[in-house]
Structure formats: structure tokens, C-alpha cells
């Protein structure tokens, strides 16, 4: 068993689920497995083949299968690579290498490489928009287009009230779907399924604890690719707004967008990106 799980039986039923949402894929799709210096990584490549590359980035506790409902949009009219992130419940490997270092703008360096990619838009979601933005300030001739949904790195991390959320799982059943409803802004109405893919993963998954690096002014204001963001006004994780000031400040060129009464998960965002990516 990997250590990022709570136990073996946790590991199966979890890989059970996501094999499971590979078979049901909404779209033609293959499946690459990349080697990298932090061992193998998993991509979901779909679209035509001929199509300007996109790499999509999950956020954490997640895996490929976050993308399932964006997919069919963005693999119109793009060569789309979901990458299953290192240390997260998919099928790369568990390796987790510092996040106050290099190594992640490296591995994701060796999975365009392995793709036989120079460069590519990214799409990162949460801990995926904090891995796209590293890449993005460390390697920016590989960024071409950068699109961000709740990312990390740009404003506060609300540490606090984290830590009061993640205290309601001791309550029990009840206790562990309200920690999952007030982190994400899931709730059992019209995203139902999603939440319960959550309460399913976090249950038997151990996540990463430590605070995400914040960027500096001088790191975004060296960006000079397209770049969207979309975050949430009610974001748990991150103050959006303080991320939403910074970037419209450091990176004018930006576009960005508050919306209005949704959480950290921002769900259901395949036009805006097709849109931003097509243009």
C-alpha cells in the first residue's frame, strides 16, 4: 500500500471508482504512461490528434476523472492531456517532492518532454493551478496560455479556518460530509455525485497539509502568456478575492472573474476555457 492512503482496502476501493470513470469516459481517449524522474505518470490524451496541446492539471484529493464533465468541450477543437498529478489518488506515482523547490515545474518539464510536447496551454485547478502557475513562472517558454480555476500561490490561504472544517470529521458520518460541503461548496443538491466522490476519496486518503508557496509580485509580473482565472467568492481554501486583486494588478493583461456565491470547487467551466482557448 502507498502511504498516501489510510489503508490498503482504501486504496483498492478508490482505484475501483476511478477505473471506473476511465471505462465511462465521455470521449475516445488513450492512455499514456510517461517516465519521470519522480517515477511514472498517467495521461488521459483525447481530441484530435493535430490540435493545439492543453494540459490539464487536478487539484488535490482528485485525479483525471475531475475533468469528466469539461471534456467533451475542450477536446473539440484541442490535443487535451489530462495528467493525473504526482502524490494525488490517481495512477502516477505517489512521490510528494517539496513544493518550496523546482521539482514540480521539473517533473511536469519530463511529462511534456515524454509527450514529445515544447510547449502547451495549462489548465490547473486548486493545487493544479498552483502547479501550473509554478511551471508558468519557472519555465515560461513552455506556458503558452495559462488558465487558472481557484488556484493557489496568489492569495491567503485561510489556514484557520481549515483546520476548523477538517475538526468537524470527528463528529462522524454527519461530521465528515458537512468537512466536505464547507471545503468545497458542494452540496447534495445538483452536484451530489461530486460530493460524494469527495466524502469517498477524503475518507481513505491522506492529502498533503502543507501551505502552498505564495508567488511572488515579482514571479506574476513576469507573465506576459494569455492568462484566465476563475475563482469563487466564497472560496474556503483561498481568499479569491485577494487573488483576484493581485492578478488584475500584477498581470493586467489577465482576464479574471469572481463568481458570485460558489465555493473552492469550481465546477462546469468547459465554454469559458474552450472559449479562452480558442481565442
Known amino acids: 500500500m502507498s502511504a498516501i492512503y489510510t489503508s490498503?482496502?482504501?486504496?483498492?476501493?478508490?482505484?475501483?471508482?476511478?477505473?471506473?470513470?476511465?471505462?465511462?469516459?465521455?470521449?475516445?481517449?488513450?492512455?499514456?504512461?510517461?517516465?519521470?524522474?519522480?517515477?511514472?505518470?498517467?495521461?488521459?490524451?483525447?481530441?484530435?490528434?493535430?490540435?493545439?496541446?492543453?494540459?490539464?492539471?487536478?487539484?488535490?484529493?482528485?485525479?483525471?476523472?475531475?475533468?469528466?464533465?469539461?471534456?467533451?468541450?475542450?477536446?473539440?477543437?484541442?490535443?487535451?492531456?489530462?495528467?493525473?498529478?504526482?502524490?494525488?489518488?490517481?495512477?502516477?506515482?505517489?512521490?510528494?517532492?517539496?513544493?518550496?523547490?523546482?521539482?514540480?515545474?521539473?517533473?511536469?518539464?519530463?511529462?511534456?518532454?515524454?509527450?514529445?510536447?515544447?510547449?502547451?496551454?495549462?489548465?490547473?485547478?486548486?493545487?493544479?493551478?498552483?502547479?501550473?502557475?509554478?511551471?508558468?513562472?519557472?519555465?515560461?517558454?513552455?506556458?503558452?496560455?495559462?488558465?487558472?480555476?481557484?488556484?493557489?500561490g496568489l492569495g491567503r490561504q485561510r489556514t484557520g479556518r481549515i483546520l476548523t472544517i477538517m475538526a468537524l470529521r470527528l463528529l462522524g458520518p454527519w461530521g465528515r460530509r458537512r468537512s466536505v460541503q464547507a471545503m468545497t461548496g458542494l452540496s447534495a443538491d445538483g452536484t451530489g455525485s461530486a460530493l460524494e466522490a469527495v466524502e469517498r476519496t477524503f475518507a481513505r486518503f491522506r492529502p498533503r497539509t502543507e501551505t502552498l508557496p505564495r508567488f511572488s509580485d515579482r514571479a506574476l509580473g513576469s507573465l506576459t502568456m494569455p492568462v484566465l482565472a476563475i475563482v469563487g467568492e466564497r472560496d474556503a481554501m483561498f481568499d479569491s478575492r485577494q487573488s483576484a486583486r493581485r492578478l488584475r494588478a500584477l498581470v493586467p493583461h489577465a482576464t479574471v472573474t469572481v463568481l458570485p456565491g460558489v465555493g473552492h470547487a469550481v465546477l462546469g467551466q468547459g465554454t469559458a476555457l474552450a472559449a479562452f482557448l480558442d481565442s
Open 8 to 152: 490498503p482496502d482504501g486504496e483498492h476501493e478508490l482505484m475501483r471508482h476511478y477505473r471506473r470513470a476511465l471505462e465511462s469516459w465521455p470521449v475516445p481517449a488513450d492512455h499514456l504512461r510517461v517516465p519521470t524522474g519522480q517515477g511514472e505518470t498517467f495521461v488521459l490524451a483525447c481530441g484530435p490528434g493535430d490540435a493545439p496541446p492543453v494540459l490539464l492539471l487536478h487539484g488535490s484529493g482528485a485525479n483525471t476523472s475531475a475533468w469528466s464533465a469539461d471534456i467533451t468541450e475542450l477536446a473539440r477543437r484541442a490535443r487535451v492531456y489530462a495528467v493525473d498529478v504526482i502524490g494525488e489518488p490517481g495512477l502516477s506515482a505517489p512521490s510528494r517532492p517539496p513544493l518550496d523547490s523546482d521539482a514540480h515545474a521539473r517533473w511536469l518539464e519530463e511529462v511534456l518532454d515524454g509527450l514529445g510536447l515544447t510547449g502547451a496551454a495549462v489548465v490547473g485547478m486548486s493545487l493544479g493551478g498552483w502547479l501550473a502557475l509554478d511551471l508558468a513562472t519557472r519555465r515560461p517558454e513552455r506556458v503558452r496560455r495559462l488558465g487558472l480555476l481557484c488556484p493557489g
